[in-house]
């Protein structure tokens, strides 16, 4: 299987339940920020956006919340899934001209 | 429609031996970029090319180069490959680097050198 996910934080989650998965980001410039999924085996996934401007985007399922003040991003999934079991991880762009930079992410595992 | 498209999906190399991966997007992007992955490290640049005809090393450039060959393609070559080059390599294409658009990724090449 992958091993990408070694080392990583795990949060388990009861199936039904909602998730919240939590990334602390370090740039206090940084004016864009994405969550990615990714599934063993597979490349990272584009889940949702935000940026600097908004506190909260919704999405089908996905919920993302951004505290600028303590420059902290969460994703929040409702009614988790097996199918929602992956490394979940956050990713920002410096605002000026660096591409993405990745955080190292979290293993979501759901407890059917 | 495809998206980013890597090839191959597995190689192993010996010490020493050259390779080149290759990578194609069908979404009319302008930037690509190369990643790494390691257990516990997160996926780390290695080059990107922000537009046909640029190219820039990123956060662990040595020991590797890159050809943007048209606005499609970019591949990444490993010269003379070590064991510590051992990963899964990650190709992405988004349209900016800084335009605050996602990346989009492959599915990446896994490559063990013994």
């Known amino acids: 299987g992958e091993s990408v996910g070694l080392h990583l934080p795990t949060l388990s989650v009861q199936e039904g339940d909602n998730s919240i998965i939590n990334c602390a980001y370090s740039?206090?410039?940084?004016?864009?920020f994405i969550w990615y999924k990714q599934e063993s085996g597979k490349g990272p996934q584009f889940i949702i956006d935000i940026r600097s401007n908004m506190d909260k985007r919704q999405g089908q399922r996905v919920t993302v919340l951004l505290n600028k003040t303590v420059k902290h991003l969460s994703l929040q999934i409702a009614a988790t899934q097996p199918g929602d079991s992956a490394v979940y991880f956050c990713a920002e762009n410096f605002k000026g001209n660096t591409p993405l930079v990745f955080g190292k992410g979290t293993r979501l595992s759901v407890i059917a | 429609n495809a998206g980013v498209t890597q090839t191959p999906k597995f190689q192993v190399l010996k010490t020493g031996q050259s390779m080149t991966l290759q990578c194609a997007q069908d979404?009319?992007?302008?930037?690509m970029y190369w990643y790494r992955q390691d257990p516990g490290m997160g996926l780390r640049l290695i080059y990107y090319s922000a537009s046909e005809g640029t190219t820039d090393k990123g956060e662990v450039p040595n020991g590797y180069n890159v050809s943007r060959l048209n606005k499609r393609e970019f591949s990444l070559r490993l010269e003379s490959a070590a064991p510590s080059q051992t990963s899964v390599y990650f190709c992405?294409?988004?349209?900016?680097?800084?335009?605050?658009?996602?990346?989009?990724f492959g599915d990446g090449t896994r490559l063990s050198i013994l």
């Open positions: 979404m009319n992007h302008n930037s």
């Open positions: 992405a294409s988004s349209q900016g680097p800084f335009s605050n658009q996602p990346q989009h």
């Open positions: 740039n206090s410039a940084s004016d864009y």
